[in-house]
């Protein structure tokens, strides 16, 4: 008989629906070390359907969910659907038909493809971002939030997009442009609900040290952050106007002062202006105010700036110091001043330059100041009772008398500003609170919730910045649920991120309707063991979601104070591109390859360079999940994603790979077709077995997956030279495959004679004595260079041997953030990995 991969595939998947085989309880019997929580990241049901990049995290996931199962733990493993926000409503408007529709359209579409993949997903657990029974519970803790005064309202300007016509958070901004649409964002004053996480930005800054995360998330989490330390100093405004406040992490550079700073937007702007120099400063007032923030802080731009005719008083020296105002400080940082020190800081030193400002040296480096910046450290100069002290003592010795003589105080500022909440738009959660004229903003009451998104003709944007909420009447007017006067519903909707803020924690009770999760449930799984998802979410969803869960630690809502103990980032899959000489892309389906590795243009026979890129349609080189499990079933698609490469690295998809793995997969078909015997295995194989049994579990457990499979290819590799398959090697290896290539395992077990199902099976176990093998040390070349020296077994193939060295764990180092050109391997003497 063929692999009939359709058959096996689809009578499994019955199976394990019809069983509920992956059906998880919280069995207060097993043990709080045998609890697993394993966590992909929901995807958003985009119409485009699933890409290969969600298969990659989802299959990783799954083998150690069914590799944990199977050695006894209880494993939650859920999935489900963030189904709100602006990509399924600007498409709802795009063709006409209602977000909700399109969503569960696209929603049915995703949970087929992720079902044909045979993963283990507790089923009965999904949930969806927009369904009133989950969002009633998002709106529920959104109160909690509130009621702990968390939630603001305020008049600030946003970014604004005029083609979404919506407010972003700076996260959703990418270099000025709109994330979702890629028009440029402009600065707009909207009436917003502001979320304070400042107020726990020390908390997530600290607790980022306890967080088993990826190194590169943890330090973009850390600048986002973004916690500087310095001072605040109290100037003198000249002529009664008061006091003017800046930070500056550099105070003992006070000597060195000769001009301040203030930002257009700053308050004190309108007063302390002189009437000679009014009409500029209006001017540049106004200029500045059509820039965005992203314009003004451009490192190389030149500077510019008006005198405001106005005069401060260094609190050090009493020296007077002109005011000026430029649009490189800005309103939102600090206090919206600063006091310029040219010799030490680079932008205050071009600001000097351009307008003849005096530079002051009160550090001693090895340039002269006038014609250079020194920002580094060095004893001090020309600074009175500093002269001699480095930075760091300076700073210290300054802050003390600042302090002692009220002139300021050490602070702290942070880059994270406060998190704006409110979306003016159709496609997301109501915001349950209510505006009364007599007593301001007051919540719905909880047992009224969920507050239903009304069902709306249009929902395109208002453009006025009002949601389109605001237009249906009967919605919008309501009565004060405290005093009964008439009142008016908030009608701006909540971001994206608040139904994947806390979906974590309705996969552990999903069906509650008294709470959003029962305490039990979260005492019993919580925190995720291992949460796995692309990187692109380092500090958006990874940094609200754990400021959400803070409070509800702080309100006794759970039992952590951090939802994602481990996070591992799938690499990315990308593809091959072909490029001219002049490094213009050619369509894949205009590559020929007339002779292994060299490729020309169909046609004009020009000589291409195969280059890695990303997938793109324009370069038809787009795999789609379900073609693959078509033409090489859920087995094939599952193992190559997983044999490729490294989980972490990024990799390019190639068909002859996929091939060479569908065709393993037949070998071991075929390994089963052939007569079982029950007798004693030959005593290679048996140590074969043994040392696959060590590898498959020690590699399976620290997500090398991809080492995993080659060792198990060395075993069918010497399996089938035998004339009959073995039971006792069957037996084993069924298990060891079930994970990979869950359907196949399951088939494979069953003709052995073995009852259903392997996926429930106990995983095998070794024989440490016969596992020792013979090892070779090999040398590790990085573009040429000997980097590692790693023993390995002897006589390891090509393949087995380069999956070998990327396992190893001072190699991944290296790679990290590297892609691979090419390798050079030499079996048992060398392996070089020329990088990029
Ligand atoms: C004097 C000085 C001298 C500074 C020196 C630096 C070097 P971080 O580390 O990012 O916190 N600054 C303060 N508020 C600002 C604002 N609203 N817009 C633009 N710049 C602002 O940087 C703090 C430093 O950035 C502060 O220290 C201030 O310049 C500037 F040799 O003050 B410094
Ligand atoms: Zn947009
Ligand atoms: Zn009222």
């Known amino acids: 008989m063929e692999y009939d991969f359709k058959s096996i595939e689809k009578k499994w998947q019955d199976y394990w629906d019809e069983h509920k085989t992956f059906k998880t309880f919280e069995d207060p019997a097993v043990p709080d070390d045998k609890r697993r929580y394993v966590l992909d990241m929901f995807p958003y049901p985009s119409g485009a359907g699933l890409h290969v990049g969600h298969p990659e995290g989802y299959t990783a996931t799954d083998i150690y969910c069914r590799y944990l199962r199977m050695n006894g733990y209880n494993v939650l493993h859920p999935m489900g659907f963030d189904s709100f926000g602006l990509p399924a409503e600007n498409y709802a408007i795009k063709t006409g038909t209602h977000p909700k529709v399109t969503t569960e359209r696209n929603i049915d579409i995703f949970r087929a493809q992720i079902k044909s993949l045979g993963f283990s997903y507790d089923w009965d657990r999904e949930v969806s971002t927009c369904d009133p029974e989950y969002y009633k519970w998002t709106q529920w803790l959104f109160l909690q939030i509130f009621k702990k005064g968390l939630a603001y309202e305020a008049q600030i300007p946003i970014n604004w997009c005029p083609s979404c016509q919506t407010g972003l958070a700076n996260e959703e901004v990418k270099e000025g442009h709109c994330e979702r649409c890629g028009h440029q964002v402009h600065r707009r004053n909207l009436r917003q609900w502001v979320l304070k996480i400042t107020d726990y930005a020390e908390r997530l800054l600290n607790d980022v040290d306890k967080l088993d995360w990826p190194e590169p998330i943890k330090i973009m989490q850390r600048n986002w952050i973004g916690k500087s330390v310095g001072a605040e100093v109290t100037f003198e405004i000249e002529g009664g106007h008061g006091d003017l406040k800046v930070y500056t992490t550099r105070p003992d550079t006070l000597f060195g002062v000769t001009y301040m700073v203030l930002s257009p937007e700053h308050p004190l702007v309108e007063k302390i202006t002189t009437s000679e120099c009014r009409e500029a400063v209006r001017e540049y007032v106004s200029e500045a105010s059509l820039k965005s923030e992203l314009e003004r802080t451009e490192l190389n731009k030149e500077k510019t700036g008006v005198f405001t005719g106005a005069y401060a008083v260094n609190p050090l020296n009493e020296q007077r110091v002109p005011i000026w105002i430029s649009d490189y400080v800005l309103i939102s940082y600090g206090t919206g001043a600063i006091m310029a020190v040219p010799a030490h800081d680079g932008r205050d030193w071009e600001f000097a330059k351009k307008f003849g400002l005096p530079i002051v040296e009160v550090l001693k480096g090895n340039v002269d100041v006038q014609e250079e910046v020194y920002e580094g450290d060095g004893p001090h100069v020309n600074s009175g009772f500093l002269d001699g002290l480095g930075m760091q003592e300076a700073i210290d010795t300054v802050i003390a008398w600042l302090e002692e003589h009220g002139k300021g105080k050490k602070a702290v500022n942070y880059k994270l500003r406060d998190w704006i909440f409110s979306r003016q738009r159709y496609w997301g959660e109501p915001m349950p609170l209510i505006h009364c004229p007599h007593c301001g903003t007051v919540p719905v009451p909880e047992e009224q919730l969920p507050l239903l998104l009304p069902e709306v003709k249009k929902y395109e944007p208002t453009g006025t910045g009002e949601s389109p909420l605001a237009n249906v009447e009967e919605w919008v007017n309501t009565t004060c649920p405290v005093c009964g006067a008439p009142a008016r519903r908030e009608t701006n909707t909540m971001p994206q991120w608040a139904g994947s803020c806390w979906y974590y924690l309705r996969f552990l009770d999903p069906h509650n309707d008294k709470e959003f999760a029962a305490r039990d449930t979260i005492d019993y799984w919580m925190p995720v063991d291992l949460y796995v998802g692309g990187a692109e979410h380092a500090v958006l969803h990874l940094l609200y979601a754990r400021f959400w869960h803070k409070v509800f630690y702080d309100l006794g809502l759970v039992n952590t104070d951090e939802p994602f103990a481990r996070l591992v980032n799938q690499g990315m899959i990308t593809s091959f591109a072909y490029q001219r000489p002049d490094k213009s892309l050619v369509a894949v389906d205009q590559v020929e390859e007339p002779a292994p590795d060299s490729f020309v243009e169909k046609g004009t026979g020009v000589k291409l360079e195969r280059v890695v890129a990303k997938m793109s349609k324009s370069l038809k080189n787009v795999i789609n999940p379900d073609e693959i499990v078509k033409s090489y079933g859920a087995d094939s698609l599952r193992l190559y994603e997983m044999f490729m490469g490294p989980l972490q690295m990024s990799k390019p998809w190639s068909t002859q790979g996929l091939q ?109 004595r016969l596992t020792v093998s013979e090892t070779v040390t090999v040398p590790v070349q990085f573009s040429g260079k000997v980097r590692e020296k790693l023993e390995l077994p002897a006589g390891l193939d090509r393949d087995a041997l380069l999956a070998a060295v990327m396992a190893d764990e001072a190699v991944k180092k290296r790679l990290e953030g590297k892609t691979i050109v090419k390798t050079i391997i030499v079996p048992g003497k060398l392996v070089n990995l020329v990088v990029k």
């Open 660 to 768: 060479g793995v569908y065709r393993f997969l037949e070998r071991v078909w075929k390994l089963g077709e052939k007569p079982v015997s029950d007798g004693p295995l030959p005593a290679e194989l048996e140590k074969t077995l043994h040392r696959t049994i060590k590898k498959v579990s020690d590699d399976t457990a620290a997500l090398n997956f991809n080492t995993a499979i080659s060792q198990m290819m060395v075993l069918v590799n010497d399996a089938s030279k035998a004339d009959v398959c073995y039971r006792g090697m069957m037996d084993v290896f069924a298990r060891l495959l079930s994970p990979y290539a869950p359907h196949l395992a399951e088939e494979l077990w069953a003709k052995i004679g073995n009852k259903p199902c392997v996926s429930l099976a106990k995983w095998p176990e070794y024989d440490e």
